[in-house]
T-cell receptor, first 113, second 114 residues
Framework: GENVEQHPSTLSVQEGDSAVIKCTYS??????FPWYKQELGKGPQLIID?????GEKKDQRIAVTLNKTAKHFSLHITETQPEDSAVYFC????????????FGKGTKLSVKP | DAGVIQSPRHEVTEMGQEVTLRCKPI?????LFWYRQTMMRGLELLIY????????DSGMPEDRFSAKMPNASFSTLKIQPSEPRDSAVYFC????????????FGQGTRLTVV
């Protein structure tokens, strides 16, 4: 089955710097790659997603890149702010369901003012 | 829409007792997912339903776990009997297959088995 590896497990940056989180997946049939943000005591919330027919997607300060050949995808957050501090999860899915997700172990991002 | 609603938010029970977690998906969504989150194993998919039918329950850890979806607006996850190692946060999520929508997660139920 699918396996998703995520690095780093913790990341600390200064406010205004960029943050990059990387994930690899094992199943070449995976075609949907979302990123979720989880704040303390809350459920994961989608921040951006990408499908296998696209190499890059951007939404304001957040961007995701996908390399299907190498089976890895990355989250890029620019101009980080203290409110970006949270745990971020990457995930992969095969088939048509956006909820049948295999998650990475998460990255705890801390943005220092 | 109020989003995915889970109850209770917190549950403390004694080992051996039956525990029932509840979920109300977003109206109009046709898929529902139960996840478990622990420090050691992260977020794990337990089971998912499509149009109220269980599609894949390969993530259900043991026969002590069962899930039902009697109608489009309600699902339960039951653990009987509960054990301390079942302590975790259980999330329910819903989405609409075919509509390209994301999976929306509820706030979770924190289960503690003592």
């Amino acid at each position: 089955g699918e396996n998703v590896e995520q690095h780093p497990s913790t990341l600390s940056v200064q406010e205004g710097d960029s943050a990059v989180i990387k994930c690899t997946y094992s199943d070449s049939a995976s075609n949907y790659f979302p990123w979720y943000k989880q704040e303390l005591g809350k459920g994961p919330q989608l921040i951006i997603d990408i499908r296998s027919n696209v190499g890059e997607k951007k939404d304001q300060r957040i961007a995701v890149t996908l390399n299907k050949t190498a089976k890895h995808f990355s989250l890029h957050i620019t101009e980080t702010q203290p409110e970006d501090s949270a745990v971020y999860f990457c995930a992969a899915s095969t088939g048509g369901s956006q909820g049948n997700l295999i998650f990475g172990k998460g990255t705890k991002l801390s943005v220092k003012p | 829409d109020a989003g995915v609603i889970q109850s209770p938010r917190h549950e403390v029970t004694e080992m051996g007792q039956e525990v029932t977690l509840r979920c109300k998906p977003i109206s109009g969504h046709n898929s529902l997912f139960w996840y478990r989150q622990t420090m050691m194993r992260g977020l794990e998919l337990l089971i998912y339903f499509n149009n109220n039918v269980p599609i894949d329950d390969s993530g259900m850890p043991e026969d002590r776990f069962s899930a039902k979806m009697p109608n489009a607006s309600f699902s339960t996850l039951k653990i009987q009997p509960s054990e301390p190692r079942d302590s975790a946060v259980y999330f329910c999520a819903s989405s609409y297959i075919g509509g390209g929508t994301e999976a929306f997660f509820g706030q979770g139920t924190r289960l503690t088995v003592v």
